[in-house]
């Protein structure tokens, strides 16, 4: 059979259409799945936040207020240290590995511009946070930043909480969290490395021992009917009965205490449609010469007439980034839930 010479470039155009639009169609498929799932993970340590602004702006207010808000004291652990550790670079060398940095923020500023704060998560990275800040002048940022500077902090902060808790879900013990939920009624997601050493009537003890420091997580849990108000000193006096009766020191005369030399911290927060009294600060132990810091969740479980105490207190001697370990135990108490 013949076919003209006019059919065979007809059919050959069609078939470079078709080709052409295979292509088009998976290079497309292949963006929106680089996009949506298989970005790389965010780099740096919890704690860490790169700021991307104009050198110019490095002597005037807006650096005052940026290292104002990174290097805020973390709260209630022995040693100073800051809430955020600071990098600086200028927006010309914000590419390649830049990018991916989990806490990131960004300071944009034209007279142009108006004052606008944007949140971010996962643009560059999985497991990131960002916070956009546009001004158009150096007053106008200060003014700006101090009456979000609340949940800028949350928004970096929790982020990297919230990062910390989905890691902890990899690996955990199933027959660990099975237990907590049969005895006190809550879900919870306790880490690899911690075992039981404790566990009676009301209280149960998980510790985890790691090169001169130890984690541990407790719960306690009292009849809702014996408990009074729950101001801040009926709170630690709970806390100081079960911490004297259960968690004794090295000495056969000594236990834990609440530190009240120094105030602790308290706050309601509303975590997984809980709502939950948090109180912070140092304990220490009461005939012997140790101590840290700790972070304690109060939540009323009604259906069972219950108030529940979870607990994470963390002994690190010698390790200064005291800060860290505190973010660790935080990240287990944010898994919690009523089950």
Known sequence: ??????????????????????????????????????????????????????????????????????????????????????????????????????????????????????????VWASNQQIVEVKFSGVESFAKLFGENRDQIFNHLYYGDIKTMTNANKKGADAATKRYVSEKYHIDITIPQGYRLVK????????????????????????????????????LVTLRNYVTQKYVPGPNSD????????????????????????EIRGLWKVEGYFMGGPFVNYFIKDEHHNKLIMVEGFV?????????????QMESILQSLRLS
């Open 1 to 122: 059979m013949i076919i003209s010479k006019k059919y065979t470039i007809l059919i050959s155009r069609q078939l470079s259409f078709v080709v052409i639009l295979i292509v088009q169609v998976m290079f497309f498929a292949g963006c929106k799945t680089q996009s949506s799932s298989n970005k790389i993970r965010s780099i740096g340590a919890p704690g860490e936040l790169l700021v991307v602004m104009d050198p110019s702006l490095n002597t005037t207010l807006v650096k005052s207020v940026v290292v104002d808000f990174a290097t805020q004291e973390f709260p209630c652990i022995p040693q100073p240290e800051p809430t955020f550790r600071l990098t600086t670079i200028s927006p010309k060398n914000f590419e390649r590995h830049f990018k991916s940095y989990r806490n990131i923020l960004i300071l944009k500023h034209n007279l142009l511009n108006k004052e606008l704060i944007d949140y971010k998560t996962d």
């Open 254 to 277: 000594s236990y834990m205490i609440t530190e009240e030399r120094l105030p602790v911290q308290t706050r309601k927060i509303l975590n997984n449609e809980l709502d939950i009294i």
């Open 315 to 327: 002994y690190a001697p010698k390790k200064q980034n005291k800060a860290f370990y505190v973010r």
């Open 199 to 234: 566990d009676t009537l009301g209280f149960t003890w998980f510790r985890a021992d790691k090169l001169e420091t130890i984690q541990s997580v407790i719960f306690h849990e009292f009849d809702l009917d014996s408990v009074g108000s729950l101001n801040v000193n009926d």
